[in-house]
């Protein structure tokens, strides 16, 4: 099983991100598929979730209106397209997903800074 995040790197603030993870060694459609993030000295946060099919998806209440997270099937990728970030958005993002079993990728950094 794996799950490879990229797309992270330094942006200035106002800038956008396009994250993806692509996803292997499991039956990628099941899973609920969700972003995290984990910013330095604090605990990990959830960030968006998108259910198997795509229908249904949640944000954290400071991503909503910036961030939106889709998936693709067919490809196992899913994403995370930020927009307007902000310093404050600057952390480690990980994919996670989970469908009884929990998987967890390494993350990807993101730095929002001028």
């Known amino acids: 099983v794996q799950l490879v995040e990229s797309g992270g790197g330094l942006v200035q603030p106002g800038g956008s991100l396009r994250l993806a993870c692509v996803a292997s060694?499991?039956?990628?459609?099941?899973?609920?598929l969700s972003w995290y993030r984990q910013a330095p000295g604090k605990e990990r946060e959830l960030v968006a979730s998108?259910?198997?099919?795509?229908?249904?998806?949640n944000y954290v209440d400071s991503g909503k209106g910036r961030f939106t997270i889709s998936r693709d099937n067919a490809k196992n990728t899913v994403y995370l397209q930020m927009n307007s970030l902000k310093p404050e958005d600057t952390a480690v993002y990980y994919c996670?997903?989970?469908?009884?079993?929990?998987?967890w990728g390494k993350g990807t950094l993101v730095t929002v800074s001028s």
């Open positions: 060694g499991f039956t990628f459609s099941r899973y609920v």
């Open positions: 996670n997903a989970r469908w009884g079993m929990d998987y």
């Open positions: 998108i259910n198997n099919a795509g229908g249904s998806t």
